[in-house]
């Protein structure tokens, strides 16, 4: 039998408030953060815990991944930074080294696949991902509660890496899509200059969203208008 599961990553302004989410269905998923942390670093984490979680099943595991880097790291490049003592060609620690280490330790004797989907065209499993990590970066951004999901039956809770206690839990409803993210380890934005009323935050989704379109924040506004 394979489990096909969709895992995503979400940061505001990247680094910033950050999530992760793997998705099967409705009634199997799960999600976490921290206060601070890249979109790689979420990427990679939501990955590490979809295989915690099914670590227990004999399975195989059809991940579902709109990161380029993390398919990469996990397929292609870790063997060769392993024999390099976790050091990139040019002889540069490897950059997230500690999930990474963790995901070798977790993959270990599991049969899986990734497959690479295009994010935010309407994949309905990357997209509810892509949602309930949002939301967990949304929340730490406002000092939420962390929403978190029901993990897969009979699986350990997730471990979310927290600089502070654990967060209290609660349950959000999903019913909508959030504008595209930025790049994995793209700079963090810089506030557009407008004369509109606009919060901070406001503000930051408007520069991400112009990076992702790889245009203007000035002709983002023009297509708006």
């Not at 292609?76 to 999930?99: F, H, Q, S």
């Not at 309407?122 to 509660?145: T, Y």
């Not at 019913?175 to 004369?195: H, I």
Request: charged share 25%.
């Amino acid at each position: 039998m394979t489990i096909t599961a969709s895992a995503d990553g979400s940061a505001l302004g990247n680094p910033g408030p950050a999530g992760w989410a793997w998705y099967i269905d409705d009634n199997t998923w799960d999600a976490g953060g921290w206060k601070h942390a890249t979109n790689n670093q979420g990427e990679l984490k939501a990955v590490l815990e979809l295989f915690r979680a099914t670590a227990h099943v004999d399975d195989d595991l059809h991940i579902l991944c709109d990161s380029q880097y993390v398919i990469n790291s996990v397929t292609k490049w870790m063997p060769g930074w392993k024999k390099k003592g976790w050091r990139k060609g040019d002889g540069k620690p490897v950059m997230n080294l500690e999930l990474l280490k963790e995901i070798d330790e977790a993959i270990a004797g599991r049969r899986y696949r990734f497959e690479w989907v295009r994010g935010h065209v309407g994949h309905v499993l990357n997209e509810a991902a892509d949602a309930r990590a949002r939301a967990v970066s949304e929340a730490f951004a406002r000092g939420a509660a962390i929403p978190t999901g029901p993990g897969f039956p009979g699986a350990a809770p997730a471990i979310t890496a927290q600089a502070e206690a654990e967060p209290q839990v609660a349950q959000l409803s999903f019913d909508f899509l959030d504008e595209p993210e930025t790049q994995p380890e793209a700079e963090p934005a810089a506030e557009p200059e407008s004369d509109i009323a606009l919060t901070p935050a406001q503000k930051l989704r408007l520069a991400e969203r112009a990076r992702a379109e790889g245009i203007s924040v000035s002709e983002l506004l023009a297509r708006l208008i």
